[in-house]
């Protein structure tokens, strides 16, 4: 009776030990602090020479849309090649993506041919030069209850293992205008404390995760929305509202782009992953399903083209050369 006691307490023992072992391997990695997380962009990246075959993978405010404008911008600059594929849903998180037991919102509407692809088998193919992912919105509640940090890292980890050299972008999206009064305020304080010093500090924490570059969106929406109330208004956006769709009903949604505020996003998107001046090129475009798009008035899409240029060169996470004073 003893030794079957002893044995026992060696097995409960072990048993302790492997669960805190378990324990310690699952744990997630401390996130990176900011010097180790800026330490990432101290080289910029290299200038492509050709369009991009890109992916996206996300939600709304990536759309049909953008990306279609994305290469019409490419090829306009002289980008032979450039072409897209996605993976979309409503609100929809990357742990959502992530989970094929789990319903992704939207699905049938917001994955048409021939855009769509399965977002998985996709990446497995090594067939991108960049993938670009977004997370939900609420962005709090993105990090605390859908892990947004851990499933950035696992989409990235499986891109790089098929595809070592693509590059791969986090997309700064903007919060709900339903509270105008801190909008700005609160795009200002997110780009740092949590799309880069949350998500971004945890995923590069993980292995074989790399660096994640940013497209700052929200922050050319906030910095255009700031010009927009300085000169009192533009031809076609009299004010910061006017950057967002107009509903069936007539109202404004308060969070969705309308197209001309989808053409700044775009302007971003193509300066960051081009690193090219998007001043000059054509504001007339078309959506996805080949109708033209509600196009900016000329200074109107001047303005949106310097402040997409402006914000991409001063935001270190792009991977391009910093501005150095010239316009």
Known sequence: MRFDLKRLFALTALLGLCALTLGYALRPPAPLERDERLAHYTAPLPKPDGGFATFYLGHSLIGPDIPAFVVQLAQAAGKPGARYNSQLGWGASLRTHWHPDEAIPGHEMMNRPPAYRPAKPALESGDYDALVMTEMINLKDAI????????????????????????????ETWHSYANSADWLARIDHDAEALWEGTILAQAKAYPDVGTIHVIPAGRAMAAFARELTARGGLPGMPDTSALFALTEDGTRDDIHPSD????????????????????GLPHRLQRADGTPADAPAPEVAALMQQVAWDVVRNVRSTGLAQATGES
């Open 144 to 171: 605390r209850w859908h892990d947004s940090g851990h499933y950035t890292a696992l989409w990235a980890q499986l891109a790089r293992k098929h595809a070592p050299e693509i590059r791969i972008y986090k997309y």
């Open 260 to 279: 001309k505020a989808a053409y700044l996003i775009a302007l971003v998107h193509f300066a960051t992953l081009y690193h090219a001046d998007p001043r």
